[in-house]
């Protein structure tokens, strides 16, 4: 499974927010799982869920189309840390 996370424009954005739209992605590329987040705070949460709802494990997470890529370790490991 793919996460790609990108930037809403700013028409989409209310006060406080989502501020980016996230996607997961299973590996055939048929299934499928959207959700605006809040920040990348949010984004262990959303692919945690995701990965439970496509029953796969994320292999990487794309940012603003291929702008940097991370695996799903170093997501958790920043989450701990409690930075992006």
């Given at each position: 499974?793919?996460?790609?996370?990108?930037?809403?424009?700013?028409?989409?954005?209310?006060p406080?927010?989502?501020?980016?739209?996230?996607?997961?992605?299973?590996?055939?590329?048929?299934?499928?799982?959207?959700?605006?987040?809040?920040?990348?705070?949010?984004?262990?949460?959303?692919?945690?869920?995701?990965?439970?709802?496509?029953?796969?494990?994320?292999?990487?997470?794309?940012?603003?189309?291929?702008?940097?890529?991370?695996t799903?370790?170093?997501?958790?490991?920043?989450?701990?840390?409690?930075?992006?």
């Amino acid at each position: 499974m793919i996460v790609s996370i990108n930037k809403l424009p700013k028409g989409f954005i209310g006060p406080g927010g989502p501020y980016y739209m996230a996607k997961a992605v299973d590996v055939t590329g048929k299934l499928e799982i959207t959700q605006m987040v809040q920040s990348f705070e949010n984004l262990p949460k959303f692919i945690k869920g995701a990965e439970k709802a496509l029953k796969e494990q994320c292999s990487e997470v794309v940012f603003h189309n291929g702008s940097w890529t991370k695996t799903r370790d170093e997501i958790f490991s920043q989450e701990k840390a409690g930075h992006e």
